[in-house]
């Protein structure tokens, strides 16, 4: 009976931690994570790549790691509101709808290949092999990324021909430079959240921010 009882706890505690919704520890992350994204975009950053616009920046490095450590949609919010933010005091407001919908994309489909496909939370760096759990964060990662390397031109078309009205031949140029420079963008981005999650997951667990198998 006894036995029986506190299987049933323990039932009852995992499905609330997996019903748990926006906690306050959440929105604090979410909150350092997305001004970490505008400190890592306004200062490791080489704006205006041949007059196109395009920045080389690592930026989407904390949308990305947010989604591994958290999930999809903290990732989401925490690059589009740090690099939108970003856009706005550079005194680009007009590129900050674009930006907001690109990094909640990359956040989404970061967090739905970390927690649905690689099932990186129940992956434990002690048990797991070293070079299958790098591999999971890497995949993890260059999920979103690189698919913001398609994303970002083609959003990026459309909002300056659309909606800014520059000249279709210089739109089809800076597509072209943009591709390149988030293809960069994405590379770096990536070895860096496996750089920085191998090393701070652990500590965030051990010091009680981050559940373990969360």
Known sequence: ?????????????????QKEGFTTQKIVITGVMAALSFVAYEFFRIPNVFGTGASF???????????????????????????SMADIIAGDPGYAVSTFLLKFIIGIVCGLFA???????DLSPRSTPHGKYVAAVAGSAASGLFLNVLTDPVIGYFRDRYIFG??????????????????????????????IYLAVRPALESSGLLRHGE
């Not at 009976?1 to 931690?17: D, W």
């Not at 927690?115 to 939370?121: N, S």
């Open 166 to 195: 520059m000249p279709v031949e210089f739109v089809k140029y800076a597509v072209k430079i943009a591709g390149g420079v988030t293809f960069v963008n994405s590379v770096l981005s990536t070895i860096c959240v496996v750089v």
């Open 115 to 121: 927690h649905k496909v690689f099932r990186l939370k």
């Open 1 to 17: 009976m006894r036995n029986n009882c506190i299987a049933s706890a323990r039932g009852i505690t995992k499905k609330s931690v």
């Open 57 to 83: 920046h690592l930026g989407n490095t904390f949308t990305a790691l947010t989604a591994l450590l958290l999930d999809g949609v903290c990732g989401g919010f925490a690059g589009a509101i740090g690099l």
